[in-house]
């Protein structure tokens, strides 16, 4: 069974401080892997989906990777913005429907 | 918006109602997801629907029940539920076909008294 940790739960950064947020996960055998936002009682938001055969997604500020033999993704965001304040969850993705998600970082950007 | 709506945005309900949760998107997705979401675990996915055909069910309890009438709307009825069954109840949807983005709706937030 595919289990997803992301380290570490909460972090808290002043503004402008560029943030490294982790996500590991067991089973290698992956199709893809996508990061999503949620900010508080609402849904996720797509960021970036980096495909098994990728190495990092860009969009923006944002910058994924993926190591998929050492089951681990990284997604940085630079310069941070009080906007940015949200939870941010990874997601694999085996190909079969069943995404497996992590638990998420919930980021707070202090103006 | 991700062009998936869903409906209540809340819901109380007392453990002997029968409430139904509404979702639709009209992007031409072609599998539909639930999730339950309950605070500070991860999501856990109970229902898949592709083309209209649910593809998997997770040892969810009896007391919810999927419906997908065709490929734009999915509802999730309940029945009978119990305390612990309060969580924000998110639905997804994707192309499929090698388009694999999830998009989501912005989930039902349900109280269980």
């Known amino acids: 069974k595919q289990e997803v940790t992301q380290i570490p739960a909460a972090l808290s950064v002043p503004e402008g401080e560029n943030l490294v947020l982790n996500c590991s996960f067991t089973?290698?055998?992956?199709?893809?892997l996508q990061w999503f936002r949620q900010d508080p009682g609402k849904g996720l938001t797509s960021l970036l989906l980096?495909?098994?055969?990728?190495r990092e997604q860009t969009s923006g500020r944002l910058n994924a990777s993926l190591d998929k033999s050492s089951g681990r993704s990284t997604l940085y965001i630079a310069a941070s913005q009080p906007g940015d304040s949200a939870t941010y969850l990874c997601?694999?993705?085996?190909?079969?429907?069943?995404?497996?998600f992590g638990a998420g970082t919930t980021v707070t950007v202090r103006a | 918006e991700t062009g998936v709506t869903q409906t209540p945005r809340h819901l109380v309900m007392g453990m002997t109602n029968k409430k139904s949760l509404k979702c639709e998107q009209h992007?031409?997705?072609?599998?539909m997801y639930w999730y339950k979401q309950s605070a500070k675990k991860p999501l856990e996915l109970m229902f898949v629907y592709s083309l209209e055909e649910r593809v998997e069910n997770n040892s969810v309890p009896s007391r919810f029940s999927p419906e997908c009438p065709n490929s734009s709307h999915l509802f999730l009825h309940l029945h009978t539920l119990q305390p612990e069954d309060s969580a924000l109840y998110l639905c997804a949807s994707r192309k499929g076909g090698g388009d694999e983005k999830l998009f989501f709706g912005s989930g039902t937030q349900l109280s269980v008294l």
């Open positions: 992007l031409g997705h072609n599998a």
């Open positions: 980096i495909q098994s055969s990728q």
């Open positions: 089973d290698s055998a992956i199709y893809n």
């Open positions: 997601a694999v993705d085996p190909n079969d429907y069943k995404l497996s």
